[in-house]
């Protein structure tokens, strides 16, 4: 049985070329958390990530941001499922959904990607090595669950499907805030 260890490394490296970046420019690091619609994941991410640093002082809370690659979304509030469940747990995600743009690898420190296609497609969309040096996977820093290597699209699914989402993110999040 292959036993993956969290933080994996590769997650770590990419968060330590961003934090690095983040203070040579002596600024709070800036993340986007990147999904397909910007419907679900990344902005329960960028949610969850949003209330565990709102304690920080201002010069070191991180700048929190979402997108996706499909446009069909564009402007929308999260799923009204991810919404509910989302609320479920104290959150209120009111991103409104937006298409990553090359701009977004020059802007961000890190850019974390829910699953493989979005990886890939982040890595195709990187203007450089060093941007594409920045890009993480968010399930890499779920500590609770070594078994995920994705964060789940639960669009098609029931609402277990976003209760599960949101258990893995908060486990993420809550693991990527000590790193950064």
Do not use: Q
């Not at 979402?66 to 402007?75: E, L, M, P, T, W």
Request: with cysteine; net charge negative; hydrophobic share 40%.
């Amino acid at each position: 049985m292959n036993h993956i260890t969290k933080p994996t490394s590769s997650g770590l490296r990419a968060v330590e070329i961003a934090r690095s970046k983040a203070e040579a420019e002596k600024r709070p690091i800036r993340i986007l958390f990147v999904c397909l619609g910007n419907i679900c994941r990344s902005p329960a991410a960028e949610g969850i990530m949003r209330e565990l640093t709102k304690g920080m002082p201002d010069s070191f809370r991180p700048k929190l941001d979402s997108a996706g690659f499909y446009g069909g979304h564009a402007g929308d509030l999260p799923d009204r499922r991810m919404r509910h469940a989302a609320f479920g747990r104290g959150l209120h995600l009111d991103h409104r959904s937006r298409v990553i743009r090359t701009s977004d690898f020059d802007w961000f420190d890190l850019i974390i990607g829910m699953d493989d296609r979005n990886i890939d497609d982040l890595h195709e969309a990187a203007p450089s090595p060093e941007a594409e040096s920045r890009i993480a996977r968010m399930s890499d820093f779920a500590v609770h669950y070594p078994e995920a290597d994705s964060i789940p699209d639960p669009y098609w699914e029931g609402a277990a499907g976003f209760e599960i989402v949101l258990n893995l993110l908060e486990d993420a999040c809550a693991e990527l805030k000590k790193h950064i």
